[in-house]
């Protein structure tokens, strides 16, 4: 365990700050991640593999599909709240230390309802969707409602068919945030990464971004990444770093 004092002095002498959220950070609210031994990769759903379900060909071509398995994931987030991660992240950001904001891979919304203002998802969101046909944008409640009860939502303009506002397998990143995180990762003073592996491109190279251009990373993740040896600061325990780090921020 790296020495969470150094921590606080880096903080303290970081003027623009970054950080990038993984699945490691929701897990902590209760919502599983993907690569762990026990995350969504690891289970079955009938007789397939989830990252097949995830594809976007697949989701066009069986809808339902995704939709009974997303049923059980992503359309019961009521029930999960933002974790001291979120709520901490939030305080950062009132007090100045969060100037570059929060780029996350995660989709479940939980910073925004911590309180963090400025919040760009990589990987898009489940919190609203769009139809494929005519682009009209629906809400999470009105999809959660439907998805709930084992439909598929469809448009009530032209019945279309209704995405979640996420990345599938086989789309592009929205450019516009990709290109606000490289600038970011390559202009900030202090990189945080949290709870990511930091295994899915292009998300897992921004880091890099930050190594390239000198700048100083820290990293709290469970498991080890490829950019450990970049990092000034290196810490395995979420829950513990952000426990001390809330009450520094009182």
Not at 124 to 151: L, P, Q
Not at 175 to 200: C, H, K, Q, W
């Amino acid at each position: 365990m790296s020495d969470f004092n150094s921590f606080i002095e880096l903080l303290e002498k970081s003027r623009r700050i970054v950080v990038l959220t993984g699945a490691g950070v929701s897990t902590l609210s209760g919502i599983p991640d993907f690569r762990s031994s026990d995350g969504l990769y690891s289970k079955q759903f009938g007789h397939m593999n989830v990252e097949s379900i995830l594809d976007i060909d697949f989701f066009q071509a069986h809808p339902d599909v995704f939709y009974s398995w997303a049923k059980e994931y992503w359309y019961q987030m009521d029930k999960f709240q933002p974790c001291i991660i979120h709520r901490t992240l939030a305080k950062m950001e009132e007090r100045g230390k969060l100037s570059e904001g929060i780029f996350t891979q995660n989709i479940d919304g939980l910073h925004q309802r911590a309180g963090s203002k400025k919040v760009y998802e990589l990987h898009g969101s489940v919190r609203e969707g769009y139809c494929m046909t005519c682009h009209s944008h629906y809400s999470y409640s009105f999809m959660a409602d439907i998805v709930n009860k084992g439909a598929v939502p469809v448009c009530s303009h032209c019945g279309g068919l209704i995405k979640p506002d996420i990345v599938f397998y086989g789309e592009n990143l929205n450019t516009t945030v990709l290109m606000r995180a490289e600038n970011a990762f390559a202009n900030a003073d202090l990189a945080i990464v949290l709870g990511s592996s930091l295994v899915v491109n292009p998300a897992a190279s921004l880091p890099y971004i930050s190594a390239r251009a000198g700048k100083d990373i820290v990293i709290v993740n469970r498991d080890s990444t490829y950019i450990d040896q970049y990092a000034v600061l290196r810490f395995t325990d979420l829950l513990d770093f952000f426990t001390r780090l809330s009450e520094y921020f009182g």
